[in-house]
């Protein structure tokens, strides 16, 4: 993976926070992501990775420091403010409508950013209409690109498991991000599935698009991020490029050396 350029970074997190009580959830963590970069977030269970993305995305209002994208300080904004402003995510369990068809649920990632007239869209006016067939336009090249569009008209529920994250993705990517973040792609996938996910971040990123990703599958994150932040018990305890965060004692000990030894186990 190439080092870091010197672009202007899209995502800016600056000692962000959050307590839950008396729990200090996150704690000044901050780093940036710049276009065209995969920057993923690791760390055990409960270390704030969940936290930390709901508080960048809208849906907690951090208790502090900010968040900044492209230049504009867009701390507590609300979701669908976000989205309209290029910055959109995937959740760790899928968000898909099982019984809709795969086509209907990529045209429902279209309509989260379109300014519609919902009367328009109930009474099927000829604006409404237009706009339903400029969506599943868009729709179907979207699932192409994530390679779904034979299965546009299967029902969600009938697709493998990675084909759905895959979709979730896609439903993502109808916001026509300039910012992405996806919680745990690979969760639950084998391996050829998690690869064919990878390959589609890969392109996403290629595109420019800036990506924060937090992920357990270590050795994907070890393949597909130039950049990797480590949190443990809320707080930042290193960040660089996958090598040297891979040799980091604190890494190590705290992550690291455990998800080796469950590896270890599980091998028995
Ligand atoms: N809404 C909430 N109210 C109270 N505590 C919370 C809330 N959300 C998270 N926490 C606590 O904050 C800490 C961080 O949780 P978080 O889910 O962000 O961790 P995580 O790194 O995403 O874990 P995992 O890898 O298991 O998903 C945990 O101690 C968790 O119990």
Not at 90 to 96: K, P
Not at 106 to 120: K, Y
Not at 153 to 169: N, Q, T
Not at 185 to 205: F, H, K, Q, S
Request: with cysteine; glycine share 10%.
């Amino acid at each position: 993976m190439s080092a870091r350029n010197d672009s202007a970074p899209l995502l800016r997190i600056e000692g962000l926070g959050i307590d839950f009580g008396g729990l200090r959830a996150v704690n000044d963590v901050g780093f940036s992501v710049l276009p065209g970069e995969i920057v993923s977030v690791i760390g055990p269970n409960g270390a704030g990775k969940t936290t930390l993305f709901n508080m960048i995305s809208g849906i907690y209002l951090p208790g502090r420091g900010r968040v900044v994208l492209a230049d504009e300080d867009v701390t507590g904004m609300a979701p669908h403010l976000l989205a309209r402003r290029g910055l959109s995510r995937t959740f760790q369990n899928l968000q898909i409508f099982q019984t809709m068809t795969v086509l209907d649920n990529a045209v429902a990632g279209h309509h989260l950013h379109e300014r519609g007239n919902v009367l328009a869209d109930l009474f099927c006016l000829p604006g409404s209409r237009r706009r339903s067939r400029a969506s599943e336009a868009s729709a179907r090249a979207l699932l192409d690109r994530v390679g779904l569009g034979r299965a546009a008209h299967h029902e969600a529920g009938s697709l493998s498991y990675g084909a759905l994250k895959r979709l979730e993705i896609a439903r993502a990517l109808a916001l026509n991000p300039r910012v992405l973040l996806l919680d745990e792609p690979a969760a639950g996938c084998n391996a050829v599935e998690t690869e064919e996910i990878d390959r589609l971040i890969a392109e996403v990123a290629a595109e420019g698009v800036a990506i924060l990703l937090v992920e357990h599958d270590m050795k994907m994150v070890m393949r597909i991020s130039n950049h990797i932040v480590v949190l443990d018990h809320g707080e930042m305890i290193a960040e660089g490029d996958p090598g040297s965060v891979s040799r980091d004692p604190r890494v190590i000990e705290a992550y690291l050396g455990t998800q080796a030894t469950e590896a270890a186990d599980a091998e028995r």
